[in-house]
Structure formats: structure tokens, C-alpha cells
């Protein structure tokens, strides 16, 4: 029988390392963006498992005078410390859950504001001029209220679906567009107290621009000292990699 031909193992190995080293065929994988809500939900398993194991601790007879103290102590700032991690994710989850709807809203707001800013430049007539001053207030107001709006608290929309697309007398009859529509009332009166006292800007579209700008200069200088480091390294070999390239693509998007 005549001799029988086998693949050289270092040859398959070495394709196989090939196929791995070949940047082309490396995938990008999205980062989890459910990785910050899942932290925060681990931190309050964690403190709740502490709180019953601490209280497991209290529960026997038999325990020294000066451990009971320092016990108690510490359940008391766990319980804290849990008051404080629920609120965080309260608040968390409902960011997430309005960004989109306060997002839309605020544009809105901000382009009354200018609108009516636009008239009132060209307006003549004092009663005209008292009419978009007040005008002008009540869009600041709900410009404040977007801005602000308590974390903790489920967002009620300046402008909800059933009020655009229903008459004013079929919101009222129904209970809870008559409940929202209190609620958002008495959060428009925190903000023109809160206004009136100097706590929050009379001029928010202003605060808001400046914001906008100084993130966007901040922005400009990273660019900018990222532009000049690769100037600096021009010349040098470089392996390119999908994950980085992915990265200052999404980078430049936002």
C-alpha cells in the first residue's frame, strides 16, 4: 500500500491564525446599552440582600449590647443608601422613557419663543407689545418646565394627543385629562415662583444656546488636539481597527 499524503498541521494553523489577525473579517460589536440600568438594578439587589441579612443579625436574642448599636446603625444608612439607589433609578428609567417626547416639545417651545421675539421686534402699538410680552412669558414658563421638570415625577406633556386632537370640552369631561391638566397646572406655578425668585433663568432659551455652544467649543477643541496628535504621528505604521473606526464614526454623529 502506497504512502498516504496528510495536511501539515503548521499550514492550517497558519491560516487559521490568519483569518483571525485579518482586520477585514473582525466584527463590531455595539456596546449594551442596557449595561447602566442592569448596574444600577445589581446595586439594589445588593443593598436589599445586606438589609436582610442585617436584619437577620437584630432578629436573635442572644446579641452583644455593643453590636446591636453598631448594627442598627448600619441598617439605618443601608436603608438610606436604598432610598437613594431606587430614586436613581426612578429617575433613570423615566429619562429615558420622555427624552424623546421633551426633545420634540422643547424645539417647539423654542421656536414660539423666537417667533414671537421676531413679532414683538416689529410690533408698534403698546397693546400689541403687552400681548407678546405676556406671550412670550408663558413660553418661557413652559420652556422652564421642559428643562425642569421633577425627576421622580411621570412627565405630563405640554401638548398631549388628546388635547391637539380633541375639542376642550371632551378633555374636560374625561377624569384624567382633568387630573394631568391640574398637575401640570401646579407645576407651571412652581416655575413662575421659582422664576420670579431668581432660582430659574426668565431667559432660558438664552441659558440653553449658551450651553449648546460651550459643548460645541469643547467638542471643537478635542477635534482639534486629536487632529494635531495625528499630524504628530503621520509617517508612523498604524494597524487600523474596525472597533476605533466605528467609534469616531459614531463620534462625529453626535
Known amino acids: 500500500m502506497g504512502p498516504v499524503r ?26 449594551n446599552t442596557d ?9 439594589v439587589q445588593k443593598i436589599k440582600a445586606a438589609i436582610r441579612q442585617t436584619k437577620r443579625l437584630l432578629a436573635k436574642e442572644k446579641l452583644a449590647a455593643d453590636v446591636r448599636v453598631t448594627t442598627e446603625r448600619k441598617l439605618k444608612s443601608l436603608e438610606a443608601d436604598l432610598t437613594k439607589a431606587e430614586s436613581n433609578r426612578k429617575e433613570r428609567t423615566l429619562s429615558t422613557r420622555y427624552h ?5 416639545e422643547r424645539q ?25 410680552e ?11 418646565y421642559i428643562n425642569h421638570y421633577p425627576k421622580t415625577k411621570k412627565y405630563i406633556s405640554l401638548f398631549p394627543p388628546e388635547v391637539r386632537n380633541k375639542s376642550s370640552s371632551e378633555v374636560t369631561a374625561d377624569p384624567s385629562s382633568a387630573e394631568s391638566n391640574e398637575e401640570r397646572e401646579g407645576i407651571k406655578k412652581w416655575v413662575r415662583e421659582q422664576m420670579e425668585a431668581g432660582t ?13 455652544e460651550w ?25 487600523k481597527d474596525d472597533f476605533f473606526e466605528n467609534d469616531e464614526e459614531s463620534g462625529d454623529d453626535d
Not at 134 to 144: A, D, G, I
Not at 200 to 212: G, H, K, M, W
Request: aromatic residues 4%; glycine residues 2%; positive net charge.
Open 6 to 31: 496528510t495536511e501539515k498541521p503548521t499550514a492550517r494553523k497558519s491560516s487559521s491564525s490568519n483569518s483571525i489577525s485579518d482586520p477585514s473579517k473582525r466584527r463590531f460589536k455595539r456596546p
Open 35 to 43: 449595561a447602566d440600568s442592569s448596574s444600577v438594578s445589581t446595586g
Open 100 to 104: 424623546k417626547v421633551k426633545f420634540f
Open 108 to 132: 417647539k417651545v423654542v421656536r414660539k419663543i423666537n417667533q414671537t421675539k421676531k413679532k414683538l421686534s416689529e410690533a408698534t402699538a403698546s397693546s400689541s407689545r403687552q400681548t407678546l
Open 134 to 144: 405676556t406671550e412670550l412669558y408663558e413660553h418661557r414658563v413652559e420652556l422652564n
Open 200 to 212: 430659574l433663568p426668565d431667559e432660558p432659551e438664552d441659558a440653553q444656546r449658551s450651553q449648546n
Open 215 to 239: 459643548k460645541q467649543t469643547e467638542y471643537t477643541k478635542g477635534k482639534k488636539a486629536t487632529n494635531e496628535q495625528s499630524a504628530d504621528a503621520e509617517g508612523e505604521p498604524e494597524e
